[in-house]
């Protein structure tokens, strides 16, 4: 089949078309590959050196790591291996308990627990330590009850018949129960004959 003059001109044309295009799309495909390993490079410069930084801190401290083996037994964890495994820190709020042997000794609140029980190490005799997270605008009733209850030796006196101090009164905590009170006020006034 012969083609007209006109048509292979048209044909070439359309040819030299498809191949501009074609080799823009290329050129696109090229630049776009370039920048890929251009990030690429630079996401690996930045390992390297990082991992550089991590040698040279472990070299660094080597001599330090062998001289905390040799008088603790222990290795020293690097900073990533400390902060991989830290946590949230957690305000811990709520009632707390003392206790010596097999007796809470000492029930007391705070809004910080750790610190608050850090200040009896040296005022109250105990070696071991629990506590109940609760919100704060329930403290005091909470800390009253577990006072009441169990009565550890620590907490103070309120009077001569040996009635705890705390920051609610039993009777205080009873008006909350409504008709219940009446009962309730039967058992504590039993209690207080049996401690006097």
Known sequence: MKYSPER???????????????????????????????????????????????VKELNDQSPLL?????????????????????EPYVRL????????GDRVVYVGQSVNIAGRIGTHASTKKFDRVAFVPCEEEHMNILESLYIHILRPPLNGNSNSKGLKTAPMTMQEMLRYIG?????????VKAQQNVVA
Do not use: W
Request: charged share 30%; with cysteine; aromatic share 4%.
């Open 179 to 187: 008709p219940a009170y009446d009962l309730a006020r039967g058992i």
């Open 8 to 54: 292979i001109a048209e044909i070439n044309a359309k040819r030299l078309q498809t191949r501009a295009a074609n080799k823009i799309i290329e050129q696109k495909a090229e630049a776009e590959r370039q920048e890929r390993l251009e990030m690429e490079k630079d996401y690996l410069g930045r390992e390297v050196m990082r991992l550089r930084t991590l």
């Open 93 to 100: 709020c709520g009632i707390y308990f003392l206790v010596a």
């Open 66 to 86: 062998d001289v905390c083996r040799q008088m603790t037994g222990r290795t020293l964890h690097t900073e990533a291996e400390i902060v991989a495994v830290s």
